[in-house]
């Protein structure tokens, strides 16, 4: 068997393994949500695109220049979209194949992933554009040529810094000086370092006959990397590498006072401390809202009173939806056991209501001197702090019902996905666009100071109502209970 029937095969095989997944049903409902999402996608890239055609004027190079902006969000979205080779490798490794090969062809299908050829959407206007107002069919060809290119090698960058990433987080770093290296000169005040300038530079390099060979051999070179590196930290997991021995174990007694919800508190702060996939991304989350909250608060960026709320909002609410989109999921590696005492699970889900409530004074405290400097008001961070604990935090708990694949503890690259049905994708959904909806309606009706008041009421009597709404949650999740094991059971590592 030749590579070329091979990769077909391991094609096949990945298509059949979802259909035998446990979650196949689930996982239709995310794909539907991920289709309508990639036409939404394409719509703006097509209009993107033609957007920057028109300002090229018939010149080619222009959607070069802009390219280190679209490699940035690139990289952004493929933490979404993206998932690294390793995550299919895993059953491969031990079979009667070169070691490689495996890895080699999924690398080989991610450069003609979907996602990749979307960017087209932007491409392909923009170069029927040019071509018809008069630029050469030869550099157009190039630039097209070039610019998926670019995509491809970016997807090769992505891999290898998200492996470093699931390892250590601090590796995001290196990656965003990396994507900030293009920016310098405007931010080091070059000379005749204009906006202008850069794009015009940029667009000359993007044409140049010596860019597309350099683009080739990286993305040659990267393949190479990729190869070694995936299988490198593959086998490290399958082969169970011993950790090295703690150096120091945290208490936490000050939480004894609370009793057994004080023992899940400790849980939940250890776990977010020392188990791989919570802790990176409990600090991903936390970096992000310091980030956001950073620019709400200190810049001009979002000066707009409806997008600064908007923002505000969020600054609050996205470590609880990155989160608790996946609430007792962790939990699935030990649910026989919270399932052995009586209403041990409630104990369980207001120490997480707690602990979730206590993260959000984390964008409170960074965005509180923008109170005393007139950008925000009191009234507004306690608003979006009390919606965000009370009725965000109702909404999300919810999935605790639904939810039913264990998400590993330990595993990084060779940890299976997880999908969602259709009661899910509703609960996210409400979650994203509920407080919106609040806050626009009261922003057009009643004005913003009224609407504050009124979610300052609404978020206050859902936290302390918590009792009875989780104890509500806690018996629908009984009732639910052996088909949500069998769901745990089906899909622990």
Same mark, same amino acid.
């Given at each position: +068997?030749?590579?070329?029937? &091979?990769f077909?095969?391991?094609?096949?095989?990945?298509?059949?393994?979802?259909?035998?997944?446990?979650?196949?049903?689930?996982?239709?409902?995310?794909? #539907?949500? *991920?289709?309508?999402?990639?036409?939404?996608?394409? !719509?703006?890239? *097509?209009?993107?695109?033609?957007?920057i055609? =028109?300002?090229?004027?018939g %010149?080619?190079?222009?959607?070069?220049? $802009? +390219?280190?902006?679209v490699?940035?969000?690139?990289?952004?979205?493929?933490? *979404?979209?993206?998932?690294?080779?390793?995550?299919?490798?895993?059953?491969? !490794?031990?079979?009667?194949?070169?070691?490689?090969?495996?890895?080699?062809?999924?690398?080989?299908?991610?450069?003609?992933?979907?996602?990749?050829? #979307?960017w087209?959407?932007?491409? @392909?206007?923009?170069?029927l554009?040019?071509?018809?107002?008069?630029?050469?069919?030869?550099?157009?060809?190039?630039?097209?040529?070039?610019?998926?290119?670019?995509?491809?090698?970016?997807s090769?960058?992505?891999l $290898?810094?998200?492996?470093?990433?699931?390892?250590?987080?601090?590796?995001?770093?290196?990656?965003?000086?990396?994507?900030?290296?293009?920016?310098?000169?405007?931010?080091?005040?070059?000379?005749?370092?204009t906006?202008?300038?850069? @794009?015009?530079?940029?667009?000359?390099?993007?044409?140049?006959?010596?860019?597309?060979?350099?683009?080739?051999? &990286? #993305?040659?070179?990267?393949?190479?990397?990729?190869?070694? $590196?995936?299988?490198?930290?593959?086998?490290?997991?399958?082969?169970?590498?011993?950790?090295?021995?703690?150096?120091?174990?945290s208490?936490?007694?000050?939480?004894?006072?609370?009793?057994?919800?004080?023992?899940?508190?400790?849980?939940?702060?250890?776990s977010?401390?020392?188990?791989?996939?919570?802790?990176?991304?409990?600090?991903?989350?936390?970096?992000?809202?310091?980030?956001?909250?950073?620019?709400?608060?200190?810049?001009?960026?979002?000066?707009? %009173?409806?997008m600064?709320?908007?923002?505000?909002?969020?600054?609050?609410?996205?470590?609880?939806?990155?989160s608790?989109?996946?609430?007792?999921?962790?939990?699935?590696?030990?649910?026989? @056991?919270?399932?052995m005492?009586?209403?041990?699970?409630?104990?369980?889900?207001?120490?997480?209501?707690?602990?979730?409530?206590?993260?959000?004074?984390?964008?409170?405290?960074? =965005?509180?001197?923008?109170?005393?400097?007139?950008?925000?008001?009191? @009234?507004?961070?306690?608003?979006?702090?009390?919606?965000?604990?009370?009725?965000?935090?109702?909404?999300?708990?919810?999935?605790?019902?639904?939810?039913?694949?264990?998400?590993?503890?330990?595993?990084?690259?060779?940890?299976?996905?997880?999908?969602?049905?259709?009661?899910?994708?509703?609960?996210?959904?409400?979650?994203?666009?509920?407080?919106?909806?609040?806050?626009?309606?009261?922003?057009?009706?009643?004005? &913003?100071?009224?609407?504050?008041?009124? +979610?300052?009421?609404?978020?206050?009597?859902?936290?302390?109502?918590?009792?009875?709404?989780?104890?509500?949650?806690?018996?629908?999740?009984?009732?639910?209970?052996?088909?949500?094991?069998?769901?745990?059971?089906?899909?622990?590592?």
């Open positions: +068997m030749n590579k070329l029937q &091979l077909r095969l391991l094609r096949q095989n990945t298509n059949i393994g979802y259909k035998r997944s446990p979650a196949f049903d689930q996982n239709k409902w995310a794909k #539907l949500l *991920i289709y309508l999402g990639g036409i939404f996608f394409a !719509i703006y890239l *097509i209009l993107y695109g033609t957007i055609a =028109m300002a090229a004027d %010149e080619a190079g222009r959607m070069l220049s $802009f +390219m280190p902006l490699l940035l969000i690139d990289f952004g979205m493929r933490f *979404i979209v993206q998932t690294t080779p390793a995550v299919m490798v895993k059953p491969y !490794i031990l079979m009667p194949i070169s070691r490689y090969t495996a890895i080699e062809c999924f690398l080989l299908s991610s450069h003609f992933s979907g996602y990749n050829l #979307l087209l959407a932007m491409f @392909l206007p923009y170069s554009i040019i071509l018809i107002a008069g630029a050469g069919f030869g550099m157009v060809l190039l630039e097209l040529l070039t610019a998926e290119l670019l995509i491809m090698l970016n090769q960058i992505y $290898f810094f998200r492996t470093l990433i699931n390892r250590r987080v601090l590796w995001l770093l290196p990656a965003l000086a990396l994507y900030a290296l293009p920016f310098t000169p405007l931010m080091l005040k070059f000379k005749d370092s906006l202008d300038w850069m @794009l015009d530079t940029y667009a000359a390099v993007g044409i140049a006959w010596y860019f597309l060979p350099l683009v080739v051999g &990286l #993305l040659v070179g990267l393949f190479f990397i990729n190869r070694r $590196f995936q299988f490198k930290y593959v086998y490290e997991e399958i082969s169970k590498k011993k950790e090295g021995a703690l150096k120091h174990i208490s936490f007694s000050f939480l004894d006072r609370f009793g057994i919800v004080g023992e899940y508190l400790k849980i939940e702060l250890k977010n401390m020392r188990n791989k996939t919570m802790r990176s991304r409990c600090i991903m989350s936390l970096s992000l809202i310091v980030v956001l909250s950073l620019l709400v608060a200190y810049t001009s960026i979002y000066d707009n %009173e409806l600064l709320n908007f923002w505000c909002l969020y600054c609050f609410a996205i470590y609880g939806v990155t608790l989109i996946k609430i007792m999921g962790q939990e699935g590696n030990y649910i026989d @056991l919270l399932m005492h009586r209403e041990n699970i409630i104990a369980l889900l207001k120490a997480k209501f707690w602990f979730y409530g206590a993260v959000l004074v984390i964008p409170f405290v960074i =965005m509180l001197p923008a109170v005393f400097t007139g950008k925000f008001t009191i @009234l507004m961070l306690l608003a979006y702090l009390l919606l965000t604990a009370g009725l965000l935090h109702f909404i999300i708990f919810q999935l605790a019902v639904y939810n039913k694949q264990t998400l590993p503890l330990q595993l990084k690259v060779t940890g299976k996905g997880n999908f969602e049905n259709g009661i899910q994708i509703v609960i996210e959904m409400s979650v994203l666009f509920a407080p919106v909806l609040i806050a626009g309606l009261g922003y057009l009706l009643v004005g &913003l100071t009224y609407t504050y008041i009124f +979610m300052c009421v609404i978020g206050a009597a859902f936290i302390l109502t918590h009792p009875l709404w989780i104890r509500h949650i806690y018996t629908r999740m009984m009732r639910r209970r052996y088909e949500n094991l069998e769901g745990f059971h089906a899909t622990r590592e």
